[in-house]
């Protein structure tokens, strides 16, 4: 009978993971990590943890924990939106740049292989790509999915996306489950790999033309997934292609890619050379002649109370890379207190006088720029705020925030498409910023995408009531939390939906 690890342990366990498998796990998650030492640590759970901490340990104790702390379920063309992407549009402009060669194209992790061999006959779906025109390498670092992947037999659950003739086309009933042809099968080379490691021959720079990643970041620290990225970018060719699973950006983690929306799904292209301008994104948006939105007005005097807070660095969506130089001392931050509370009190001009007045080695700073975005565009100089936006997305096309203020001065002037196309960007970039998610599902309700905005809007309710003081106060226009609470339940409730 296994003994139960103790608290000490249980942490002592999930630092080991996160530095040797690159796995991150909350308090809400050490519940499921000491089951997971019991069940491997046997009577002895000191002597295990000590065994996964020397560097040299076997491998295949650490394989044995990735089947059990990673979660595989997986199907074939899961997030459909992406593969059409893959198929139409990252497969073409690779073949082109490949003139004639095999589009290299790396599926990490992998899981039991529905994603590689979803691409393997994605392409051949595709009008002009044969059998040749792809080679696909699928990596993981769980070994029972791997062996799943390599006998190519599925449950009608997996095929649950494919429609009955592609089925027919590339399987073929084998009992209660289905084969995959050998045709497939042999564009997909598996292998086990660990991808929180360093490892020059899967991280040959230029080695891929497109590399899908989905899901796998998420598990990663901070540190671990900037270093995964940073492996991967170097791995792909000038303009090559990166999918990150739909929770997933490379906000704050990469400057390397240029952030690609077609087939309503957010993925990246490899820049070709550092401060490579972004290219326009094209939108397919409804166009809708409604009035601008406006939040409803109550005030809260307790909001004064985040001001100091807020001053002391915005740092809410103008995430700064990393420096390359660790040793470099940055910069002293700005004194934005005095400006953030002119904002709140709708003192536009005075707020924008005060920015001026910070001291020029601040001039450039992303969060200065980004309150004078806020401010002008509050104020009606919607070109001015758009022209700032404009210089931070140039230099960082993943600012949330600059996303956000454009597609404020875009809704202001009428312009919804380009505004819904913006409000989406900001919050794909950052899953957690309740107004672009309330932005999104009112102009959805008054565009009749009524599902949809019913979805946006019941999940901003819930954002909102966590949302920072610090973000509300920059970008809430001047409303407290609870006039845009009430706001986002009188959407809702005129959707049918009682919150």
Known sequence: MNIEPSAAQVAQFRDLIAGRLGLQFDETKLGNLARVLARHGGRDHAAYL??????????????????????TETYFYRNCEQIQAFAEV?????????????????????????EPYTLAIAARETIGLGAGSVQIRAVDANPAMLAKAGAARYSVWSLREVNPAMRARWFARDGDLYALSDAVRRSVQ?????????DAELWTPGSYDIVFCRNVLMYFSPEQAQAAVARIADSIAPGGYLFLGHAE???????????????????????????????????????????????????????????ARAAQRIDTLAVAMPQ???????????DLHHALSCLHKEQFEQSLDLIEKLPQQHADDPDVLLLKAVSLSQSGALAAAQAICRTLLARDELNA?????????HEEEGDNPAALAHY?????????????????????????ELDAARRDLAQALLLLQHEDPSRLLLFGGGFPRSALIDLCRAELTALGVSR
């Open 401 to 409: 925030g600059a996303h956000y203020v454009l597609a404020l001065c």
């Open 324 to 334: 390359a130089d660790p040793g470099q001392h940055a910069p002293a931050q700005p």
């Open 50 to 71: 000590a065994a996964l901490a020397v560097e040299h340990a076997p491998f295949e104790a650490l394989h044995r924990l990735a089947v059990d702390l990673t979660v």
């Open 424 to 448: 989406r960007s900001a919050a794909y970039l950052d899953p957690g910023f309740a107004l672009a998610r309330l932005h999104i599902g009112v102009l959805e309700r008054r565009m009749a």
């Open 90 to 114: 990252a497969m073409p402009a690779c073949q082109l740049a490949r003139e004639g060669l095999p589009v290299r194209v790396l599926s990490a992790g992998c899981a039991s292989g529905e």
């Open 249 to 307: 950006t490379l906000r704050g983690l990469s400057n390397d890619f240029h952030l690609c929306h077609t087939h309503a799904t957010f993925y990246y292209r490899r820049k070709s050379q550092a401060g490579e301008p972004a290219p326009d994104m094209k939108f397919s948006q409804p166009a809708w002649g409604g009035a601008p939105f406006q939040p409803l007005p109550q005030g809260d005097p307790a909001w004064v109370n985040v001001i």
């Open 190 to 198: 598996f292998e086990q790999r660990n991808l929180a490691r360093e």
